[in-house]
């Protein structure tokens, strides 16, 4: 069965649920919900199902969604599917974290206080926004025009069509749909996982050439001046290290402003930050152990340059977690006013 909303909801605000099904049932609106769960019927594979049929998923948001799991998998599969979401604000609370970063820019319909008194105006409000979903094309068969004619013997019955298959349920066949569907959502968060960690790991575009290399040449004065070349190692060396103090301090002033552009989320930020910090280390670490000629006791009993190493290694990190700071709150910042504008009170 096709279904227009299909409703997600937290068990404590199941009052309000049941109401807004009321209403919109009343207007001729088919809604699925988890009431609609048969006994013995797997719930993950109906929930899969009903989502598939359904053309909107109408989010009753409170507080406790925030930390719905459940509503995470959802809004995965809906997205997978292109299905609409529309959030409906029913408590004085705002969305946080991943479903901050999901739903802020969605166009939200606020009907808290009492949002179960409100069943009927927000019933009215999802009616009108279905008229702008174009259904799916129902199949048709052409139908025979009725002539009339002389009464005559009535027409043998056409035998059953004949299957080659065996028969198959309408249950099996919707565990099959739900498992083929969970299998994409999983496929796609896979690539796109994959997709964020291949371009938010040193974010390095063609551009910052510009910057890049004025940075890496006032960063060559600075070695020179502290560490003399005279050989191939000792000249690998100065380049090694010239190469990592440019890397991290132009990552450190330009990455996080990336990321924030990007819309990335806090916890990513940090990871891909770290990861960032530890290539330049990497690099300034061998360019000083290449300038000793491979000998690790001299390198680690260098205290002058491992003093300055350390310190500049410290003030890049330093800078470069201020930048993940303003960049998380300045992105938390534009997405609740993102928030904030799309929020319609009924």
Not at 126 to 143: K, N
């Amino acid at each position: 069965m096709a279904y227009d909303i299909f409703i997600s909801y937290r068990r404590t605000d199941q009052m309000v649920a049941r109401a807004l099904v009321e209403q919109l049932e009343a207007r001729g609106v088919a809604v699925w919900w988890d009431q609609k769960i048969e006994g013995g019927e797997d719930w993950r594979d109906a929930i899969v199902a009903g989502l598939e049929s359904a053309q909107a998923l109408v989010i009753l948001f409170s507080d406790e969604c925030n930390d719905s799991k459940q509503l995470k998998k959802e809004m995965a599969i809906a997205d997978t599917l292109d299905k609409l979401v529309i959030p409906v604000l029913i408590e004085d609370t705002k969305p946080k974290g991943h479903f901050l970063y999901e739903l802020a820019a969605r166009n939200w319909i606020q009907v808290f206080p009492d949002p179960a008194s409100r069943a009927s105006d927000l019933a009215d409000r999802l009616a009108r926004e279905l008229d702008h979903i174009t259904p799916p094309p129902a199949s048709s068969s052409p139908v025979a025009e009725t002539v009339a004619a002389e009464p005559s013997a009535p027409a043998a019955p056409a035998p059953p069509p004949v299957s080659t298959q065996g028969p198959i349920s309408q249950a099996e066949d919707g565990s099959k749909k739900a498992a083929q569907v969970r299998k994409k959502v999983d496929a796609k968060q896979a690539r796109e996982e994959k997709r964020k960690t291949m371009r938010d790991f040193m974010p390095f575009r063609f551009l910052d050439l510009i910057g890049l290399i004025p940075l890496g040449a006032f960063m060559y004065l600075i070695v020179t001046e502290e560490w003399y070349t005279g050989n191939f190692a000792e000249n690998v060396g100065v380049a090694l290290m010239t190469l990592g103090l440019a890397l991290a301090l132009y990552g450190a002033l330009v990455f996080p402003f990336r990321y924030y552009l990007r819309q990335r989320r806090v916890w990513r930020i940090i990871q891909m930050q770290v990861l960032n910090v530890l290539v330049p280390f990497a690099l300034l670490m061998l360019g000083l152990f290449s300038w000793w000629e491979g000998d690790l006791g001299a390198t680690v009993d260098e205290g002058f340059s491992f003093v300055i190493i350390a310190a500049l290694v410290a003030t890049i990190v330093v800078s470069a977690f201020g930048g993940i700071f303003i960049a998380a709150v300045a992105g938390g910042r534009r997405a609740m006013n993102a928030f904030n504008k799309n929020v319609e009170v009924l």
